[in-house]
């Protein structure tokens, strides 16, 4: 941690996600008290200001809510992928950001014709309207797609001002779940 924080240039880090790690296939049951226990102390000593979760099941936030305060939760979600209805839906009562890796779909890029449908009726491309979606998911939902292209960075920022109309949201709401 404090090899992070001198190279970094830092006194303290904004935010530390604790990633479970039980199984390579995504979230797996398992006590995260241990490793939590560790970063809140970290915490008690100033050097964390706030504290997530990552990789994890609904028993493993629970678990680390009543350990310390978790203020985000990053797990594996998207217009395909969607396991963690019921935490977002859970997170967003309390307040707590739910931030989705893979948002639009990782090594395996989303494809759906009512995708592409919904995008060609907005003049936009299908990434936008998965962003566009996922926006208007959950108000804790907080998007950090990866790009290694400024193009693609431009095109996912504009998906912000895309305005998914209803019908649009349940046709996008009804694709099959991986």
């Not at 006194?11 to 939590?36: K, M, Q, T």
Request: aromatic share 4%.
């Amino acid at each position: 941690m404090r090899d992070n924080l001198r190279n970094l240039g830092l006194d303290v880090l904004d935010v530390v996600n604790l990633r479970a790690l039980f199984s390579p296939h995504g979230p797996a049951e398992g006590s995260i008290e241990a490793p939590l226990t560790v970063l809140a102390e970290l915490q008690q000593q100033g050097l964390i200001r706030h504290l997530g979760l990552s990789n994890v099941t609904p028993t493993q936030v629970a678990e680390g809510r009543r350990l310390c305060e978790i203020v985000c939760v990053q797990n594996h979600y998207n217009l395909a992928h969607r396991d963690d209805d019921a935490l977002i839906d859970d997170l967003a009562r309390d307040g707590i950001a739910y931030v989705p890796y893979f948002p639009l779909g990782g090594f395996t890029p989303l494809q759906s014709s009512t995708l592409s449908e919904v995008a060609q009726r907005l003049d936009a491309t299908p990434m936008q309207v998965a962003l566009a979606w996922l926006h208007r998911r959950a108000p804790n939902i907080l998007l950090i797609p990866g790009t290694s292209s400024v193009v693609h960075l431009k095109q996912n920022l504009a998906a912000a001002d895309l305005d998914l109309s209803d019908e649009a949201v349940a046709a996008l709401s009804t694709l099959d779940k991986r």
